[in-house]
Nanobody, 111 residues
Framework: QVQLVESGGGLVQPGGSLRLSCAASGSIFTIVGWYRQAPGKQRELVATVARGGNTYYGESVKGRFTISRDNAKNTIYLQMNSLKPEDTAVYYC???????WGQGTLVTVSS
């Protein structure tokens, strides 16, 4: 069974940048994604990346976030630029489709 551990969250000012990392171990996976959940809101899909490199982005982050994966290191990244307060959420990485959720990493965008 795959295990995914998110890291890289923190406090940034609007317009700032963060890079999230997701270290994966366990069973082999082909598609992984980043999700996020803000207080009082439902969890939403942010981006996905397949083993071959094909990507998908949610409309709200398109042009600002970049998902990538290092297959040799079994690590998935989310580069987040031009951050907005509405990006504040707990960010989770997961296989696609998701089955088990981890703890996530908190991103807070505030002045």
């Amino acid at each position: 069974q795959v295990q995914l551990v998110e890291s890289g969250g923190g406090l940034v000012q609007p317009g700032g940048s963060l890079r999230l990392s997701c270290a994966a171990s366990g069973s082999i996976f082909t598609i992984v994604g980043w999700y996020r959940q803000a207080p009082g809101k439902q969890r939403e899909l942010v981006a996905t990346v397949a083993r071959g490199g094909n990507t998908y982005y949610g409309e709200s982050v398109k042009g600002r976030f970049t998902i990538s994966r290092d297959n040799a290191k079994n690590t998935i990244y989310l580069q987040m630029n031009s951050l907005k307060p509405e990006d504040t959420a707990v960010y989770y990485c997961n296989i696609v489709p998701p089955v088990i959720w981890g703890q996530g990493t908190l991103v807070t965008v505030s002045s």
